[in-house]
């Protein structure tokens, strides 16, 4: 019998990853990866590694979860050492809690590598902290999709009245409806926002507004997927400690006359 190690690859930033997550990129016969993952954390895998890619985009999965169950499970089973490696954290959005019940309804052996997760990341990369003596005391991860049903109201009501700093992942195209739930449930139109647009990576840019302008300013600016949305009175710090863009400026200085 092998082992599967469920690993979180970190936020974007290769450097960001485990010292224990790449050990297990390093001494995987199998690693099965998740379009968000680095592609330069693969250079570390053996040469005969085999890696399988399990791709998913927003509302469109390349490679369905039960079949990525299945190969856990099939080269677990053949005595392979099998690494999983996912975006951010495999227990933030990433579905990692249902391939360890699948493991181990199978009696499968596992372990789980925490990842650094976007919603903490990208923020600092931004330079956002989530929490901060002066501004916020709470912070929440949420998901930006959406669910008919009456708990989606209680949901958007709850994080409205009773958290400091929200995190929001895979909310840009229900963006609009995200903002106008919090103002129905008591956020002040005019409390600071921001995107982070590939965070932590060199493609990362960060727009601000408020409650009231942000969806405007995301539409203006042509805003994509993979972004984080971060909403609270945290987003002001950006001003006096944003670093990373500045310093990838400063490293790529853009001339005027080409």
């Known amino acids: 019998m092998g082992k599967v190690y469920i690993v979180g690859a970190g936020p974007g930033d290769p450097d960001l990853i485990t010292v224990k997550g790449l050990k297990c990129i390093e001494k995987a016969d199998v690693i099965l990866y998740d ?3 680095n592609k330069e954390l693969l250079s570390y895998a053996k040469s005969e590694a085999d890696l399988i890619y399990c791709g998913k985009l927003p509302n469109y999965h390349t490679m369905k979860q039960e079949t990525i169950n299945t190969f856990l499970i099939k ?13 951010g954290d495999p227990f933030v959005f990433g579905r990692g809690g249902e391939e360890a019940e699948a493991l181990a309804k199978q009696s499968i052996p596992f372990e789980i590598i925490p990842g650094i997760s976007a919603g903490i990341a990208a923020p600092a990369y931004a ?14 991860i949420v998901t930006g999709h959406r669910k008919e049903d009456a708990e989606e109201e209680v949901k958007w009501e709850n994080l409205a009245k009773g958290v400091d700093t929200l995190a929001v992942y895979m909310g840009v195209s229900n963006l609009p409806y995200i903002c106008e739930q919090l103002i129905k ?3 002040e139109k005019s409390t600071p926002a ?4 590939r965070g932590t990576t060199s493609m990362q840019r960060t727009v601000t507004g408020t409650l009231g302008t942000i969806v405007e300013v995301a539409k203006k600016e042509q805003i994509q997927n993979p972004s984080m949305i971060v909403i609270g009175e945290v987003v002001r710090f ?5 670093w990373f863009e500045k310093q990838a ?4 200085p853009v001339s005027g006359v080409l």
């Open 35 to 37: 379009r968000l993952v």
């Open 75 to 87: 080269y677990a089973k053949k005595g392979k050492v099998v690494t999983r490696l996912k975006g």
């Open 127 to 140: 330079g956002i902290p989530v929490t901060h003596r002066d501004a916020s005391a709470s912070f929440a």
């Open 185 to 187: 449930y008591g956020k």
């Open 194 to 197: 921001a995107i982070i647009e």
């Open 238 to 242: 950006r001003e006096k400690i944003h």
């Open 249 to 252: 400026e400063n490293a790529y």
